[in-house]
């Protein structure tokens, strides 16, 4: 599975829209992009993923790359409650070996 | 009601007891996962399970073993706890169709003194 990269931390000011880059320069064609958040100890929560095209729901968006080495996980308009640490996890879609590889993810917090 | 559910969510124990922390979720999922986490790391996956007839090791499985006593029941022993095993304990589950979308629970803060 490929590796991430994200920053340690990011500052966002609420109600504005918060993006988080990730870099995944060595993934795979059939290698997915996940995120996750994790709000002060609680269970990891899924947000969304994706593969090459670009993804929307009711929590955010995620922009993929052309060349799908890089990615943004949106927040178009942050709130108190999203202060929390994301992660933005590679993982084929397929096969028996299912392990998630978490990094340390980004901390973002969301300023009045 | 949570669809994944751990009991305890708080243990202190002392060096060399076993105890044994449990987890049940209602979401009809074949797989389990249990991974640990310590202060300012990321999860580490311990044990995971495709089918009640199925345990496998993650990366650090050594001092834990597994139970998977039903599809909606996966629960997580430490034999002879030891002070390094203090650590918040996360367990997940996700669907056979499903990729990696993998659903937590709460958590179970665990203390070895």
């Known amino acids: 599975d490929a590796k991430t990269t994200q920053p340690t931390s990011m500052d966002c000011a609420e109600g504005r829209a918060a993006n988080l880059p990730c870099n995944h320069s060595?993934?795979?064609?059939?290698?997915?992009v996940y995120w996750y958040r994790q709000i002060h100890s609680q269970g990891p929560q899924y947000i969304i993923h994706?593969?090459?095209?670009?993804e929307t729901n009711e929590m955010a968006s995620l922009i993929i790359t052309e060349d799908r080495k890089s990615s943004t996980l949106i927040l178009p308009h942050a709130t108190l409650r999203d202060t929390a640490v994301y992660y933005c996890?590679?993982?084929?879609?397929?096969?028996?070996?299912?392990?998630?590889?978490w990094g340390l993810g980004t901390s973002l917090a969301v300023n009045p | 009601d949570a669809d994944v559910t751990q009991t305890p969510r708080n243990r202190i124990t002392k060096t060399g007891k076993r105890i044994m922390l449990e987890c049940s979720q209602t979401?009809?999922?074949?797989?389990m996962y249990w991974y640990r986490q310590d202060p300012g790391l990321g999860l580490r996956l311990i044990y995971y399970?495709?089918?009640?007839?199925?345990?496998n090791k993650g990366e650090i499985s050594d001092g834990y073993s597994v139970s998977r006593q039903a599809q909606a029941k996966f629960s997580l022993s430490l034999e002879s706890a030891i002070p390094n095993q203090t650590a918040l304990y996360f367990c997940?589950?996700?669907?056979?169709?499903?990729?990696?979308?993998?659903?937590f629970g709460p958590g179970t803060r665990l203390l070895v003194l």
């Open positions: 060595t993934i795979s064609g059939n290698e997915y």
């Open positions: 994706g593969l090459k095209n670009n």
């Open positions: 997940a589950t996700s669907a056979l169709a499903g990729g990696e979308t993998q659903y």
């Open positions: 996890i590679v993982r084929r879609n397929a096969g028996n070996n299912r392990k998630l590889i």
């Open positions: 979401k009809g999922h074949d797989r």
């Open positions: 399970s495709f089918d009640v007839k199925d345990i």
